[in-house]
């Protein structure tokens, strides 16, 4: 079951990449990201699933860097590229891709979907991510920005 969740979940990053040439690219505006609230799937330990943390998006270059606490209750830093395409007026399909640092690997990589609804300057995105063995389980996320 869980291979059929990861494989649908690629098959769907698969076809939005398929189809972005078709979707208008959005325009990044600088914004103040926050920490994020997440959920931990099928898991028998204590995860922290506030995890409270500030950053910034610099607006044309498209990058977000900032500080949490991450789940295993440990001080996380991050830089990413995130990419957003407009699906419908207010909804956008994006992916977040970088490295983090607090977890097991020193220096981890990561790439994010992301769903984000956008109403003025707010910005709530969700995103999923998979299971990777022996480093973190399943989880869902859900972050707010402010852009301007």
């Known amino acids: 079951m869980r291979r059929q969740k990861t494989l649908a979940l690629v098959a769907l990053l698969a076809s939005s990449a398929a189809h972005a040439e078709f979707l208008d690219r959005v325009d990044l505006k600088p914004a103040i990201v926050t920490g994020f609230v997440s959920h931990h799937f099928n898991v028998h330990k204590h ?11 610099f607006g044309q270059a498209d990058v977000i860097v900032g500080y949490y606490r991450n789940s295993d209750d440990k001080n996380s830093v991050y830089a990413a590229y995130e990419a957003r395409w407009k699906l419908i007026d207010n909804l956008h399909l994006g992916v977040i891709a ?51």
Do not use: D, F, S
Request: no cysteine.
């Open 47 to 57: 995860y922290n699933e506030n995890n409270y943390g500030m950053g910034y998006r």
């Open 98 to 148: 970088g490295a983090v640092t607090g977890y097991k690997v020193a220096v981890t990589p990561m790439l994010l979907p992301e769903l984000v609804v956008q109403v003025g300057g707010l910005e709530v995105a969700a995103t999923y991510a998979p299971k990777v063995h022996g480093q973190i389980p399943a989880l869902a996320a859900v972050q707010a920005r402010w852009a301007w």
